[in-house]
């Protein structure tokens, strides 16, 4: 790789984990004036018609570069030259793979994000960025759980050392976080419950994706997954009567900025620099944003919206983060050891999922 080439990865690394740190204060904003559930089905139904169209468009475009340039016969005609030659063949989209982008915007957005937005508005934004901070860790735990449902009594599939005490950092640091704030009246639990819920259906969806039948092209296939979660946000948003609490003319400029910022910012441009890092480099390196984006959210939370940051902060912040990272970075094994934890084999379906250059189409 040449300099140009690593200068590009480090800036879009870089960017990664600045639009996913500031993600959290961008929703503290938009929600200020916005309903939480409104927000968040709006923001992710716009962003996936954006990204299915954009999927239409590329394939358009293929399909009439590839028309354009195809070989011509001798009368001028491409009419005997075989369809793969002249047209670029469009993807079919199945109802199992509606089903299954049904389930993932039931569990990663409605559940997930859906949650974790609703929520936000019970806590600060660095608060929320650090509890969310825990998705791998309730990844490793379930992971674990089902893994060991499904392969009951086998040998040789226990967590490993590096993954106990990084699950035992996490959760320290999280009741570190949470139980004196708690107490104290500080934070509200239910913003908290909310957070830890949303974490746990985040990890669900996460670990229920390498399964998932979806579309191989990324553009469709996270579109699909956008449009139905945003589309079940916005209907529970009208259940609970949210529109009731809507003033149009009270919305603030600063909440049409943040809405617009996490549309465009944070879930199309943020999510196209995630997995372009998964194509070029290893998941470990793109998932670094888990353990880097909190610090930020955290940051920019008392910078610019004038958060307290209390010493028990910044412990629990380290600990959790520390913990993470126990968990994400991988431990050489030695030569010829078979046993493998249940987390590196979620990691590896994840991996030879990601790393087919055909959903990049």
Known sequence: ??????????LILISLWVINGSSFLAIKVAIDTIPPLLSAGLRFSIAGAV???????????????????????????????????????????????????????????LGGQGLLTWGAQFLSSGMTGLL??????????????????????SNGQNLSKMTLIGLGCGF?????????????????????????ISSISWAIGSIYSTKA?????????????????????????????EYKSLDIMQISLQSIVAQIYLIII?????FTDFYYLLRVTSASLANTFAYVSPVI????????????LTITTIIAMIVILFGVAL??????????????????????????KSDDPRQYD
């Open 266 to 270: 944070i879930t199309i441009v943020g």
């Open 327 to 352: 968990m994400v970075t991988k431990k050489r094994n030695k030569k010829n050891n078979p046993s493998k934890t249940s987390i590196e084999n979620v990691e590896k379906a994840i991996n030879s």
């Open 132 to 153: 969310n901070s825990t998705i791998p860790l309730w990844v490793a735990i379930l992971g674990y759980a089902i893994y060991r449902w499904f392969k009951k009594g």
């Open 51 to 109: 990204l299915f169209s954009l999927y239409y468009i590329q394939y358009y475009q293929k399909s009439r570069s590839d028309s354009k340039f195809a070989p011509q016969s001798e009368s001028g005609s491409k009419g005997n030259l075989p369809i793969g030659q002249v047209k670029t063949q469009r993807e079919s989209i199945t109802l199992s793979q509606w089903k299954d982008s049904l389930i993932l915007g039931v569990t990663l957005f």
């Open 297 to 308: 959210a955290v940051l920019l939370g008392w910078a610019v919206l004038k958060e307290d």
């Open 213 to 241: 039948k979806l579309p191989v092209s990324i553009l469709a296939s996270s579109g699909m997954i956008m449009i139905t979660g945003g589309l079940m946000l916005t209907a529970v948003s009208f259940l609970f009567a």
């Open 1 to 10: 790789m040449n300099m140009n080439n690593q200068t590009k990865l480090w």
């Open 172 to 196: 320290g640091g999280l009741m570190l976080l949470v139980a004196p704030s708690i107490g104290s009246g500080e934070m509200d639990p239910v913003g908290a419950v909310a957070l830890i």
